[in-house]
């Protein structure tokens, strides 16, 4: 059965640094998003992609937050000056077309911000 | 906006007996609703939706989920729970295509299920 990968699956960086967090979506998928989970706390939205755009934002997606599909199979989340509070499990999911479509989840990636 | 409300922080069923972990939503128009679930270390896992139809809804493993417009509930439900069934169960709702924020699932808190041998 296909699944969402994610790598790493967990990276530990110093305050201010710039992460990647990397994607492999499912291969007929049109959909992506990202979300995360803070420990203890709901998953939240943070980003829907399609057709090589952002299609809806949280107001947690701020300027530090970047995503791209740089190859057509891989698609990442950036966050270019890392805070204490993006420590999280962050999570990519993929769906196909239409919103009556579940999302699948990776197994996510846990981000410490030291 | 999209919410949907877990009351249950925990719930706790012996091996065999019926499981029932609550849901309910506020959603404007007819919700797209979902059931995932997560093990320790493991992503969510996608269990069952309702989307539109029957109102009682059959997903993996054996556990269903009912959806009730007029209580805007949708509980998730398994006859004959299993020790492995524990784990963590979220609730999660989508608005219809179209309609502001229709993109995004929006995560309940969570219930975690514990059940005994």
């Known amino acids: 059965e296909p699944e969402v990968t994610q790598t790493p699956s967990h990276q530990v960086t110093q305050m201010g640094q710039e992460v990647i967090l990397r994607c492999v979506p499912i291969s007929n998928h049109l959909y992506f998003y990202w979300y995360r989970q803070i420990l203890g706390q709901k998953v939240e939205f943070l980003v829907s992609?399609?057709?090589?755009?952002?299609?809806?934002k949280s107001e947690i997606f701020d300027d530090q937050f970047s995503v791209e599909r740089p190859d057509g199979s891989n698609f990442t989340l950036k966050i270019r000056s890392t805070k204490l509070e993006d420590s999280a499990m962050y999570f990519c999911?993929?769906?196909?077309?239409?919103?009556?479509?579940?999302?699948?989840f990776g197994p996510g990636t846990r981000l410490t911000v030291t | 906006a999209q919410s949907v409300a877990q009351p249950e922080d925990q719930v706790n069923v012996a091996e065999g007996n019926p499981l029932t972990v609550k849901c309910t939503y506020s959603v404007s128009g007819n919700p797209y609703l979902f059931w995932y679930v997560q093990y320790p270390n493991r992503g969510l896992q996608f269990l069952l939706k309702?989307?539109?139809?029957?109102?009682l809804v059959k997903g993996s493993y054996g556990f269903e989920a009912e959806f009730n417009k007029s209580q805007t509930s949708f509980h998730l439900k398994k006859p004959s729970a299993l020790v492995s069934d524990s784990a963590l169960y979220f609730c999660?709702?989508?608005?219809?295509?179209?309609?502001?924020?229709?993109?995004?699932?929006?995560f309940g808190t969570g219930t975690r299920l514990l059940v005994s041998p």
């Open positions: 992609f399609y057709n090589n755009e952002i299609s809806e």
């Open positions: 309702y989307i539109t139809g029957d109102n």
């Open positions: 999911a993929s769906s196909t077309e239409g919103a009556a479509y579940e999302q699948y």
């Open positions: 999660a709702v989508r608005s219809p295509f179209g309609d502001t924020g229709f993109q995004k699932l929006v």
